[in-house]
C-alpha cells in the first residue's frame, strides 16, 4: 500500500491523518467556554509595559523638608568635594611658588597649609 | 484567519478585553478555539491535556491583552503560546513518551502484517498518527502547524521565531522520517539521498 510514497500521497497522508485525528463538537466548546470564562473572571489583566506603578509617597511637612534640606547641605558640604576640586584648578596658577633652598624652613608651614597636589615647587 | 470587519476585528476585539469585557473574549475564542484545541491535541497527543493547554492560552491572551502587539496578527501569537505550553507539557512528561525505537518495534511486530490489518482504513491512519507521535518535537510542531494549519514556511518561520531555512530543514526530515518509518511498516524502506538519520 505504502511501497511507493510520492511526495504529495505523504502530503495528503499527512494532511488527512491530522484533520481525521481531532473534531470539535459544539458541547465540547460550550463547556469548555463555560470554564474559562469562570476562570477569566477571576483572573486580573496585567498592567502593559512601560507603566510603573505608582510610587507609594508620604507628605511631608514644612519642618521636615527644612531639615532634610539642612541635612542634605551638610552632607554636601562635608562629602562633596566636586567644589573643591573646580576652584583649584583655577587656583593653579596662584600658588606655583618658585621657592629656593633657604626658603625649605617654611616649605613645611606651605606643604600642611595649601594642598600639596596643587603646589609645583621649583627647586631652583 | 483574517478579519476585515474593524469592529470584529482581532484588534478591536483584544482593546474590548482590556476593558476586561469577557464578551470580546468569547468572539475570539469562538474564532481560534477548533484551530488551537487541534493544534495542541496533534502535538500532545493527549485530550485532557490539549484541552488544558488551550484553556491556558486564552488565559493568557486575557491576561496579557494590554502586552499583545494589536497591529500583528493574533494567530501567530496563539499558535506560539500553544507551541510553548505544549513544549513545557512534554518536556515534563518525556518519560512517558514512547520512543522511536519503540514506535519501531511495535510497528514491525509480525501481527501489524495481516491483510486485515493494512486494508483497514483506521489502521492506516493510526500508524501515521504514530508515526507522527515518533517525531521530534521541532519536527512534530512543524508538520502539525504546515499540514493541519495550512501555514506557509514562513509564517512557521514567524510564529517560532526561527529562520525559514531551518523550518524547512525541519519539514524535510520530518517527511523523510515518515516516509522511512511508513516505508518499513509496509514495504522496503524509501530512503532519500543523503538521508542518514
Same mark, same amino acid.
Given at each position: 500500500? =505504502?511501497?511507493?510514497?510520492?511526495?504529495?500521497?505523504?502530503?495528503?497522508?499527512?494532511?488527512?491523518? =491530522?484533520?481525521?485525528?481531532?473534531?470539535?463538537?459544539p458541547a465540547q466548546k460550550r463547556l469548555a467556554w463555560e470554564k474559562l470564562q469562570s476562570r477569566a473572571?477571576?483572573?486580573?489583566?496585567?498592567?502593559? @509595559?512601560?507603566?510603573?506603578?505608582?510610587?507609594?509617597?508620604?507628605?511631608?511637612?514644612?519642618?521636615?523638608?527644612?531639615?532634610?534640606?539642612?541635612?542634605?547641605?551638610?552632607?554636601? !558640604? =562635608?562629602?562633596?568635594?566636586?567644589? !573643591?576640586?573646580r576652584a583649584a584648578e583655577t587656583r593653579?596658577? &596662584? @600658588?606655583? &611658588?618658585?621657592?629656593?633652598?633657604?626658603?625649605?624652613?617654611?616649605?613645611?608651614?606651605?606643604?600642611?597649609?595649601?594642598?600639596?597636589? @596643587?603646589?609645583?615647587?621649583?627647586?631652583a | 484567519m483574517i478579519v476585515n470587519n474593524l469592529e470584529n476585528s482581532d484588534a478591536a476585539l483584544i482593546d474590548r478585553l482590556r476593558n476586561n469585557q469577557l464578551d470580546a473574549l468569547g468572539e475570539l475564542f469562538d474564532r481560534y478555539y477548533a484551530q488551537i484545541f487541534r493544534t495542541a491535541l496533534a502535538i500532545t497527543h493527549d485530550n485532557q491535556v490539549a484541552e488544558d493547554i488551550t484553556q491556558d492560552?486564552?488565559?493568557?491572551?486575557?491576561?496579557?491583552?494590554?502586552?499583545?502587539?494589536?497591529?500583528?496578527?493574533?494567530?501567530?501569537?496563539?499558535?506560539? /503560546?500553544?507551541?510553548?505550553?505544549?513544549?513545557?507539557?512534554?518536556s515534563r512528561h518525556k518519560k512517558r513518551n514512547v520512543s522511536l525505537e519503540a514506535v519501531v518495534d511495535y510497528l514491525m511486530s509480525p501481527a501489524r502484517y495481516a491483510p486485515d490489518k493494512m486494508a483497514e482504513?483506521?489502521?492506516?491512519?493510526?500508524? /501515521?498518527?504514530?508515526?507522527?507521535? +515518533?517525531?521530534s518535537f521541532n519536527q512534530r510542531v512543524v508538520v502539525v502547524l504546515h499540514y493541519l494549519n495550512g501555514l506557509s514556511l514562513e509564517d512557521i518561520a514567524e510564529t517560532l521565531d526561527?529562520? /525559514?531555512?531551518?523550518?524547512?530543514?525541519?519539514?524535510?526530515?520530518?517527511?523523510?522520517?515518515?516516509?522511512?518509518?511508513?516505508?518499513? /511498516?509496509?514495504?522496503?524502506?524509501?530512503? +532519500?539521498?543523503?538521508?542518514t538519520r
Open positions: 500500500m =505504502l511501497m511507493d510514497l510520492r511526495d504529495n500521497q505523504l502530503d495528503e497522508l499527512i494532511a488527512y491523518t =491530522l484533520d481525521m485525528e481531532s473534531t470539535v463538537t473572571s477571576q483572573q486580573v489583566i496585567l498592567a502593559p @509595559y512601560g507603566i510603573a506603578p505608582e510610587p507609594c509617597r508620604r507628605e511631608r511637612t514644612g519642618l521636615q523638608w527644612g531639615l532634610l534640606k539642612l541635612l542634605a547641605n551638610i552632607r554636601s !558640604f =562635608l562629602m562633596d568635594e566636586t567644589r !573643591f576640586h593653579e596658577a &596662584l @600658588y606655583t &611658588l618658585k621657592l629656593n633652598r633657604t626658603f625649605m624652613g617654611s616649605e613645611q608651614a606651605m606643604m600642611s597649609f595649601f594642598p600639596t597636589a @596643587y603646589i609645583h615647587l621649583s627647586m | 492560552c486564552f488565559l493568557r491572551l486575557h491576561r496579557y491583552a494590554y502586552r499583545i502587539d494589536t497591529s500583528l496578527p493574533l494567530a501567530p501569537w496563539l499558535y506560539r /503560546v500553544t507551541v510553548n505550553l505544549s513544549y513545557t507539557w512534554i482504513s483506521a489502521g492506516l491512519q493510526q500508524e /501515521v498518527r504514530e508515526a507522527i507521535r +515518533a517525531l526561527c529562520p /525559514v531555512g531551518t523550518i524547512k530543514s525541519r519539514l524535510y526530515y520530518a517527511r523523510e522520517n515518515l516516509r522511512y518509518k511508513l516505508g518499513n /511498516v509496509y514495504g522496503e524502506p524509501q530512503i +532519500a539521498h543523503g538521508f
